[in-house]
Nanobody
Framework: QVQLVESGGGLVQAGGSLRLSCAASGSIFSINEMGWYRQAPGKQRELVAV???????NYLESVKGRFTISRGNAKNTVHLQMNSLKPEDTAVYYC??????????????WGQGTQVSVSS
């Protein structure tokens, strides 16, 4: 019905950059918030960045000034530009969105995750 598909993960050296993208598809009436979470081995999933339909943003304190979240020109896409990456940014990154499907109430959806690995 609704799918979130992420792309752009990979392996990078410390100080490098990666850009994650997420595209939502399906019978979408509207999208409110879109965001990125991450989960490192043995740790809880945490919110990295979120952007509302009005383009308001919020970031995890440790990524402020290094990561930038943006909505794409296509309304159903969200990007995460990650600069100055650190080994502690290594995690599986998940796209998340609050989506209202045509003829239904809003629900929360997750992507399948994309691995980001930062070597020291």
């Amino acid at each position: 019905q609704v799918q979130l598909v992420e792309s752009g993960g990979g392996l990078v050296q410390a100080g490098g950059s990666l850009r994650l993208s997420c595209a939502a598809s399906g019978s979408i009436f509207s999208i409110n918030e879109m965001g990125w979470y991450r989960q490192a081995p043995g740790k809880q999933r945490e919110l990295v960045a979120v952007i509302t339909s009005g383009r308001s943003t919020n970031y995890l304190e440790s990524v402020k000034g290094r990561f930038t979240i943006s909505r794409g020109n296509a309304k159903n896409t969200v990007h995460l530009q990650m600069n100055s990456l650190k080994p502690e940014d290594t995690a599986v990154y998940y796209c998340n969105a609050d989506i209202t499907v045509a003829g239904a109430f809003g629900s929360n959806y997750w992507g399948q995750g994309t691995q980001v690995s930062v070597s020291s």
